[in-house]
Every structure is written in C-alpha cells, then in structure tokens.
C-alpha cells in the first residue's frame, strides 16, 4: 500500500489570472499558501483483479475506463494505455474536510496525490522538481477531464508554503517563495479567519463563464489584470515582510472578482461579507471560484470574538503547511 499526503489552499489575490484564458495572453499572478489539511489517497493492489475507487461512493468496475470519477478514471487509462501497466488497483480517498466545491482546491490537491501515488507505485522518480508533478496533475483535469480550471492549485498542491505564483505566456509557471520573519508569520495566522458557509458548490459553470467573459468582455478583462497587479502588489509588500496591507489587498481582490461572473457572490455570501466587515474586519473574500465554501477574513484578534458572532458561523482554524505532496506510507507492494 502507498498512501500520499497533499494539502488543500488558500489563494488571497489574483485567482482567476491563472486560468489560460488569462495567462497565454498577458501573464498571470496568484499569491496562496497551502494549509493544514489534507487529502489523502490510498493506493493497494487488487488482488481479484478490476479497479475498486472509494471516495463519496464506491465503484467496482472491470476496467479503468468504466469508472465514473473522471480524474481516477483518466489516469488509470494513461497507465494502461500509454505504459501498458496493469490497473488491478484500488484507490481510496478521505480528506480533512470532505466533498469538493469548497474552494479550497480538493479536486487539484486530489490529482496530485494521486498521480504522486500512481508514480510511486509504478515504479517512476517521485523526487522530481514539484512542477512537473504539478503541470502533470493540471494537464490531467485540464486537458484530459476536460476541467475548466486554472493552474494555481496544482502548485499550491505540490509545492506547499506560502507562494508567489507568476504564470507565464507559454505556460511556464515561476514560484517564487514568500518568507515572513517568524513574529510577522505568526501575526498573520494570528488574523485571519476561516469560516465555513455550509455548502458546496460545482465551480465548473462559473470558471467557464469567467473564461467566456476573458474572452469576449473587456470588463472582465480590466477586473482581471487589476487582480493580477493586486497579486503582484501583495507580493512585494510581503517579500519585504509587511503584513500590514493584506486585509486592504484581500478586500480589494474581492470586489474586483465578485463580478466577474453570475454566481460568484449570491446574495447570502454578501451578507456574510458585510457583517464580517462591520465587526471590525480589515478584509475578506470567498474561498475558490465563488458561489459558497469557505470566506476568509482578516481582522485584528481583538475583533474576532464580533466578526464569529456577526458571522454565525462555523469557525475552522487552519496554519499554513510548508510541506506540498509527499508519500508518508509505502510497504513495497507493487503491480
């Protein structure tokens, strides 16, 4: 059995810029941190042959190619048909905070620990440079499950830490570290909070209607080079280890992006949004796409006791994880 690790991610400014609607044209820029939880995949050998996958359901099925979750379904097939492996396996996944449409990143931090599995299993490096796992665990929701989604989160995912990410035209991606001084990184996790609005959502629809608008109006063309300049705003305040602007930086980012498309910020997000605000929060957004998940929000510790009242709702405390996808179990078993 192999079992990997990978962390979830909080994106605070330039989401959005990393889709290749944006990037192939004018570049992009995120800056995110990973945190402390996870998604871990369990891989095994089958030992009666077929593929058994669990996550919210189970599947037994005897091929690869008859499984419903797309992202387990198109790596197996990649394996089977373009090295000739044998796919008699069963994949388990179970998450710190499960189901996806959180936007925390679950399905991308899931494509890349289990390709990180898939790998170990099968024989080939896992100690390469983390961007090639990640540009292989993008290529594989991007392109194969036909996933309208950005790059960010696959290296938020295999690289862990807290990040500056610049998306190049041709598709490279630079990651450039962020290194607060330990009273200033403290500070930070200090401020900020983390709430949990009950629902998830399917962020494909809205990440297509974002595409769509990149390329067909320039509003949402201005909004999103405003985000990128935001990012790279950001960073340089932070490579310089100051965190006094992030709550104005987040709360900036977030007007410019809850406009972007219908369904990023419903009527009861804004709500939440407001009264966070009027408690004494210096700033806030969405977590991911938008529609519902988790809102963030950065404040001085002494307001947090109002903003979780004015909120009313579920509070999850979180850190930064400096650790991205690793393999934490492996007995030998192998195809």
């Known amino acids: 059995m192999i079992i990997t690790k990978t962390p979830l991610r909080i994106s605070l400014v330039g989401g959005g810029t990393d889709l290749p609607e944006f990037y192939s044209q004018y570049g ?22 077929g593929v058994r996958v669990s996550y919210s359901i189970t599947e037994n099925v005897n091929e690869p190619e008859m499984l419903k979750h797309d992202i387990v379904r198109e790596a197996l097939t990649q394996f089977k048909t373009v090295e000739n492996k044998s796919t008699n396996v069963e994949v388990v996944s179970i998450a710190d905070i499960p189901g996806g449409g959180t936007g925390l990143g679950s399905s991308s931090s899931f494509s890349v620990g289990l390709l990180l599995a898939l790998n170990k299993y099968y024989g080939h490096p896992t100690n390469r440079h983390p961007a090639d796992l990640a540009h292989n665990a993008y290529r594989l929701e991007r392109e194969l499950c036909k996933h309208p989604v950005g790059q960010q989160d696959h290296f938020a995912a295999a690289y862990g830490g807290f990040n500056f990410f610049q998306f190049n035209k041709d598709g490279t991606v630079v990651t450039i570290p962020i290194r607060l001084s330990e009273p200033n990184l403290g500070m930070m996790q200090h401020n900020m909070m983390l709430f949990w609005a009950g629902k998830t959502r399917h962020a494909d629809k809205i990440l297509k209607d974002q595409a769509r608008g990149l390329r067909d109006d320039p509003f949402v063309y201005e909004n999103s080079m405003a985000m990128k300049n935001l990012a790279i705003g950001l960073n340089g305040d932070l490579q310089k280890d100051n965190i006094a602007s992030i709550g104005t930086f987040i709360g900036l980012n977030w007007q410019l992006k809850k406009d972007l ?3 990023i910020a419903p009527k009861e997000i804004r709500n939440y949004y407001d009264a966070a605000m009027e408690a004494g929060a210096s700033g806030g957004k969405l977590c991911g796409a938008g529609g519902s998940g988790f809102l963030l929000f950065y404040a001085p510790h002494e307001y947090h006791a109002a903003i979780e009242k004015a909120v009313g709702l579920r509070l999850v405390p979180f850190k930064i994880s400096n650790e991205g996808a690793q393999v934490i179990y492996d007995d030998g078993g192998r195809a």
Do not use: H
């Open 28 to 49: 992009g820029a995120v800056v995110s941190f990973a945190i402390d939880k996870y998604i871990y995949v369990m891989l095994s050998k089958k030992f009666d042959g």
């Open 261 to 263: 498309a219908l369904g």
